[in-house]
């Protein structure tokens, strides 16, 4: 069983950058496909980007490439996801998920102001 | 990119009634190992998404059997036997089939009447 825990809410000003983590329990971070899915009001579920399980290279969605950077720390078996220069549109709900989509983290709200 | 569509947006439902969610891609979900790689979510009030069913028909563990998957190509089904109150929320369909990127229909809201 997998358990997803991330951190807590953000808030941030336009132009800044956030990171969101997700600790992994019940297995190794390094085991699991470690993907990202945000949810705004307007635009429903998005996927942003996650690790092909294939290469285990990590894959990010055109919409953030240049802003978004996923990482893993396997001492801590944490994942982060870091996205820089924000804007309004930013703000939303980010999940950590498996590759599956079958275990998912609480979610982490994320608000940007100006 | 793949182009989820999902119908209705919003269902009604009486408690105890079947209920069905349509959704439609915008090309083939079939891939070149065979599988279709169709998902299907449900989103309670509150809570994060959760996954129903995968690969089209198959049940998640835990997910009661009044839901069940179907459909192939580009046309696929959610069906509730019989709706129970705890059924409310908002169902999403997913392909990852053609990945990048991972694509999710709309949403169909579903709330008692």
């Known amino acids: 069983q997998v358990h997803l825990i991330q951190s807590g809410a953000e808030v941030k000003k336009v132009g800044a950058s956030v990171k969101v983590s997700c600790k992994v329990s019940g297995y190794k971070v390094s085991e699991i496909s470690m993907h990202w899915v945000r949810q705004t009001s307007g635009e429903g579920l998005e996927w942003m980007g996650g690790i092909d399980p294939v290469d285990g290279e990590t894959v990010y969605a055109e919409k953030f490439q240049g802003r978004v950077t996923m990482t893993e720390d396997t001492s801590t078996d944490r994942a982060y996801m870091e996205l820089s220069n924000l804007i309004s549109d930013d703000t939303a709900v980010y999940y950590c998920?498996?590759?599956?989509?079958?275990?998912w983290g609480q979610g982490t709200l994320v608000t940007v102001s100006s | 990119d793949v182009v989820m569509t999902q119908s209705p947006l919003f269902l009604p439902v009486t408690l105890g009634q079947p209920a069905s969610i349509s959704c439609r891609s915008s090309q083939s979900l079939v891939h070149s190992d065979g599988n279709t790689y169709l998902n299907w979510f449900q989103q309670r009030p509150g809570q994060s998404p959760r996954r129903l069913i995968y690969?089209?028909?198959n049940r998640d563990s835990g997910v009661p059997d009044r839901f069940s998957g179907s459909g192939s190509g580009t046309d696929f089904t959610l069906k509730i036997s019989s709706v129970e109150a705890e059924d409310v929320g908002i169902y999403y369909c997913m392909q990852g089939t053609h990945w990048p990127p991972l694509t999710f229909g709309p949403g169909t809201k579903v709330d008692v009447k």
């Open positions: 998920t498996t590759k599956e989509l079958d275990y």
């Open positions: 690969k089209v028909s």
